[in-house]
């Protein structure tokens, strides 16, 4: 080996040894060695015991309960929650891996948002898991997260809410602060294959109504048109699409919902099995709100009608008070005015500006202006 190898050689073990050195002293002075511990290493296996869960934010509290994927939201009235969200958050909370200790200065907990949210100024959120009889399977102050370098895993900063002492911890657990945000997805669902006709009822004005003879067939417009229009068959189309998957922004009872539904444009789908489901739109500050509900449909024969009445009657019971709260894109599309199911009109058509008789027009010239040597 020549001597420059083994002067390299050399430096490179003086570095490791340092290194070790280094970390040593650092264990002895502190009390700390590197460490990769689960934060509630029993939390897996007691996740299926979860029966309530609790978010605290400085001015916001949410509380869920339930069990498995039947969870609800307590603040809007055990209103179902989403269990994606729930399981979600189980699972974040039982991968969050301690990494390092950071200070165990409570002056110091601001800096890390992890003051108590009952503190001034906190930013911190307070999550606990609660068992049966309120028994604490987790408890958790989550605070800001930390930058990450590439795609390393992600980390933030957690503190046990009892302890001073704050943690750098491996994963992400970013709950939620306000109930309507752990809502289930979807208001209601009916799947634009099961409609044969829709009827649109602005207050005033004459219904609109679109239907089909079967399944497989597109939907026509039956109101009249103005002489000259033409229906445009892909907003027609559409409506039907109206209940189906219908997004969830908010719910509320019916009784915390001050409007007058006299006003309200009324959309009635009529199904091949029977049904009527009926979708009252009220607009409150621009903001669609919806009641539904269900009835056996006037045209249904007498096969349908039990299988229909048992049907509509478990529909009213879950559906017949709220008010759900919907995007106002989705509900445009199912409480069209007429002028929205045509083909649009052609622009009309702008005469060339002209100069006075005779004169010769030029690019880039206000009209009647004369161009030079003329």
């Known amino acids: 080996m020549s001597r420059a190898k083994w002067i390299l050689a050399g430096v490179t ?38 029966r309530r869960i609790e978010i605290r934010s400085a001015g916001q509290q949410v509380t869920l309960q339930g069990s498995g994927s039947d969870w609800t939201v307590v603040d809007k009235h ?35 948002n992890l003051q108590a949210p009952d503190t001034a100024g906190a930013r911190g959120v307070l999550v606990r898991v609660l068992g049966e009889h309120d028994t604490a399977l ?20 957690v503190r046990r809410p009892h302890e001073d002492q704050a943690w750098l911890a491996e994963g992400a657990v970013d ?24 009827r649109v009822q602005h ?3 004459a219904p609109l109504v679109i239907s089909r003879a079967a399944p497989e067939a597109s939907f026509s417009l039956q109101t009249p048109v103005p002489k000259g229009r033409d229906p445009q068959p892909s907003t027609i189309g559409a409506v039907a699409y109206g209940l189906q ?18 006003q309200a444009v009324s959309v009635a789908f009529d199904t091949f099995d029977g049904l ?36 509509a009657e478990r529909i009213n019971q879950q559906a017949g008070d709220w008010v759900f709260v919907v995007p106002p894109h989705t509900a445009g599309t199912f409480t069209p005015a007429l002028e929205n199911l045509l083909v649009p009109l052609a622009p009309p058509e702008q005469d060339a500006p002209s100069g006075p008789p005779g004169m010769p027009s030029m690019p880039g010239m206000m009209p009647g202006m004369r161009p030079p040597g003329m």
């Open 175 to 198: 709950p939620q602060r306000t109930p309507p945000l752990w809502l289930r997805g979807e208001a209601f669902d009916l799947p634009q294959a099961k409609v044969r006709e829709v």
């Open 276 to 311: 009527t489901f009926t979708a009252r739109v009220l607009s409150l500050n621009s903001v669609p709100h919806v009641r539904l509900s269900a009835a056996v449909a006037d045209d249904a024969s007498a096969e349908q009608r039990p299988a229909a009445t048992t049907e």
């Open 138 to 157: 987790a408890a958790v102050l989550l605070g800001k997260p930390r930058a990450a370098a590439g795609q390393g895993p992600r980390q933030m900063f």
């Open 245 to 262: 998957h219908l997004p969830l922004q908010n719910v509320f009872k019916a009784d915390e919902v001050a409007g007058d539904w006299a």
């Open 13 to 50: 073990l003086a570095l490791v040894l340092l290194t070790l050195w280094a970390v040593r002293d650092t264990g002895q002075r502190t009390g700390y060695v590197a460490r990769a511990e689960k934060l509630f290493p029993d939390l897996p296996a007691q996740a299926a015991a979860a």
């Open 203 to 205: 207050p005033g004005q």
């Open 78 to 112: 055990d209103f179902p929650a989403d269990p994606a969200k729930v399981r979600a958050l189980l699972e974040g909370l039982a991968g969050l891996t301690l990494i390092e200790p950071r200070t165990a200065d409570p002056a110091r907990h601001a800096a890390l």
